[in-house]
């Protein structure tokens, strides 16, 4: 293996869901096993730790635990996170309408995609880059975006500038410091840290959207409709 075997271990987490744990466990195909969770998590899968595992693979290069260069890093882990979405935008386009046109569908409607369609108009670039540093969402912005048939070179555009700044800029941050004598002698709460973090957008989000959903309630229950039925992830 190139990196050490190691003992920490998030006690507040399922083991696989440490990001140390679980580069180690990809032993000389680390590089590839890192793109491969990045790929997944970006496409149909959001219950992995795509941030926290970013961070560490940068640290793990300034230590030299892993011994690819961080430019090629940045590179490998960006495009697996460009990849993903292209695959769940392509999932959403094809199988999400035929889902939202089942006649006696309880949960999938065609207005849900027409509003998903409008949505993305209105708010897609600022939506599809935040999106990237949202846990869950990055996920699911990719279908909402292919079952609303926003415009493929509009969406491609902002996700390329949301994947390099996310898988790039996360992993080229853990890398920066990862020699902080700090960060070395802290790492299992830094891993913490950062899930936490990551989980802070997503809750503020939630708290206004519910704050929003009432407020336009009040105001006219069509709209609050169209509200609930959209994350709010524009602003």
Not at 122 to 127: F, Y
Not at 172 to 177: F, N
Request: charged share 15%; glycine share 8%; with cysteine.
């Amino acid at each position: 293996m190139i990196l050490a075997e190691t003992t920490t271990t998030l006690a507040l987490m399922p083991k696989w869901f440490n990001p140390e744990y679980l580069l180690t466990q990809f032993g000389a195909y680390v590089i590839l096993g890192l793109c491969l969770v990045i790929f997944i998590e970006s496409s149909v899968f959001p219950v992995l730790p795509g941030d926290s595992l970013l961070f560490t693979a940068g640290l793990f290069v300034a230590q030299g635990s892993i011994h690819t260069p961080l430019w090629l890093v940045c590179l490998v882990v960006s495009a697996a996170a460009l990849l993903g979405n292209a695959v769940g935008y392509f999932i959403g386009y094809k199988a999400g309408p035929a889902l939202f046109k089942r006649p006696d569908s309880k949960f999938f409607k065609q207005e849900y995609v027409d509003k998903t369609h409008a949505f993305l108009e209105k708010h897609g670039p600022k939506a599809v880059v935040l999106a990237r540093f949202v846990p869950f969402v990055r996920t699911f912005i990719t279908w909402i975006a292919g079952v609303g048939r926003m415009d493929p070179k509009r969406y491609f555009t902002y996700t390329v500038i949301g994947g390099i700044l996310w898988a790039g800029g996360i992993t080229a941050l853990g890398h920066l410091l990862g020699n902080i004598s700090f960060i070395k002698s802290n790492i299992e709460a830094i891993f913490i840290l950062i899930v936490l973090v990551s989980v802070v957008p997503l809750i503020v989000e939630w708290a206004r959207s519910r704050r929003e959903r009432k407020l336009a309630g009040a105001a006219n229950p069509a709209d609050a409709e169209v509200t609930q039925q959209i994350p709010r992830i524009d602003r």
